[in-house]
């Protein structure tokens, strides 16, 4: 993915609408990252698995190595996703997430990046003044490989 030129939106988060995403642009947002004491403590309180809780344990794991919760990546894009692609003033709701895949562990210290395409912008027939915003979001690590995959699924008031 590295090369490629992504689209830009003409209005910023707090002045964006369903008019404002149009089908077929890819977008460009990051980046986070998550430190092991990060993984651990998210781990602790909410996937207490071994390979997300215990370095030691983690190394002779099928991983080989200590690797984030895939909600905790979840978590992660989510926020990427709501501070710059996300409208900041006509977010509804979300129906929920489609096909939500971990296509690879998230270790320590990795820089995601996400990539959204915009897959669908469909105007509500029973509810005129909002639409539903389909996505597809893709969370690359700093190689450019892909970390989590979905397609996001948004009502989003209309102007």
């Known amino acids: 993915m590295t090369g490629k030129q992504y689209d830009t939106f ?73 501070d710059n692609y996300l409208t900041a003033v006509a977010s509804l709701a979300s129906p929920g997430i489609n096909e939500l895949r971990w296509v690879r562990p998230l270790r320590p210290g990795d820089r995601l990046t996400l990539i959204c395409e915009t897959t669908g912008v469909r105007p509500s027939r029973s509810k005129p003044d909002r639409g539903v915003l389909t996505t597809d979001v893709t969370l690359i690590n700093q190689d450019g490989d892909p970390v989590l995959t979905a397609t996001a699924l948004n009502m989003v008031a209309r102007r």
């Open 10 to 82: 003409d209005t910023p988060p707090d002045d964006r609408y369903l008019e404002d995403y149009r089908e077929g642009r890819v977008y460009r947002f990051g980046e986070e990252s998550v430190d092991a004491e990060e993984i651990v403590e998210f781990a602790r309180r909410y996937d207490p698995q071994g390979i997300h809780t215990d370095p030691e344990a983690a190394a002779d794991g099928p991983f080989g190595g200590l690797i984030a919760s895939g909600w905790q990546t979840a978590a992660l894009m989510m926020r990427l996703f709501a």
